[in-house]
């Protein structure tokens, strides 16, 4: 069965600080890879995501994401991080030989920035 | 517009009760999810669902169990509730079971309390 790790539970950053979020994933086949942020109180929003293509994938609010097939890796990045960006981070994957279509989720990642 | 709407969101209730969550999404998708996050933020699939073929994820009690008046809609029936079902539920969608290059978009949660 896929599985989906992130490193980092809890992550403290000033603002102005760079933001890099590690994802390592289990399954060798064909993925989709999800980044999905959850602000406090809120639901999951999708950050950006990688179908195919260029490895690097721009997403909203200055995110980025870089898929290394070799390493299982999609990492999150943000050059800058603001406040507004404290939330609770997932990556996410769907396999190609997942019955169902089913996301297959990290544990979570929860950032807070200080101002 | 709201693409993926539940109710209620929230909803509290006493152990041994039955109760149900409603999913309706406007996006004009044939497949919908539910997802349960537990208190630690660990979101797992429970069950996939379009109108030809329900997969379960095989670790979902049989006292839940889905219901879909038509495509639009996929209510999440639970049974005989106990505490440990207290979580936050999250109902998504998609067009396709199948795996594709696209994008699951989710509801707002329904944060489900059993004392």
């Known amino acids: 069965a896929q599985s989906v790790s992130q490193h980092n539970h809890h992550v403290i950053l000033s603002e102005a600080a760079s933001l890099e979020l590690g994802c390592n994933y289990s399954y060798g086949g064909t993925v989709n890879l999800f980044w999905y942020v959850q602000y406090p109180g809120q639901h999951l929003q999708l950050l950006l995501k990688?179908?195919?293509?260029?490895?690097l994938v721009k997403g909203i609010k200055g995110f980025e994401a870089e898929f290394i097939k070799s390493k299982f890796s999609f990492n999150l990045r943000k050059p800058s991080v603001q406040w507004s960006d404290t939330a609770e981070y997932f990556c996410?994957?769907?396999?190609?030989?997942?019955?169902?279509?089913?996301?297959?989720f990290g544990g979570g990642t929860r950032l807070m920035v200080k101002p | 517009d709201t693409a993926v709407s539940q109710t209620p969101k929230y909803l509290v209730t006493q152990m041994g009760n039955d109760k149900s969550i409603k999913c309706e999404q406007n996006l004009g998708h044939d497949t919908m999810y539910w997802y349960k996050q537990d208190s630690k933020k660990f979101l797992k699939i429970m069950f996939s669902y379009n109108n030809k073929e329900l997969i379960i994820n095989e670790t979902v009690p049989n006292r839940f169990s889905p219901k879909s008046p038509d495509k639009a809609h996929l209510n999440l029936h639970i049974n005989s509730l106990e505490l440990g079902d207290s979580a936050v539920y999250f109902c998504a969608s998609s067009q396709f079971l199948e795996w594709t290059e696209e994008t699951q978009y989710f509801g707002p949660g329904t944060r489900l309390l059993v004392l």
């Open positions: 990688y179908f195919s293509g260029d490895p």
């Open positions: 996410a994957v769907n396999a190609a030989n997942n019955a169902g279509n089913m996301l297959t």
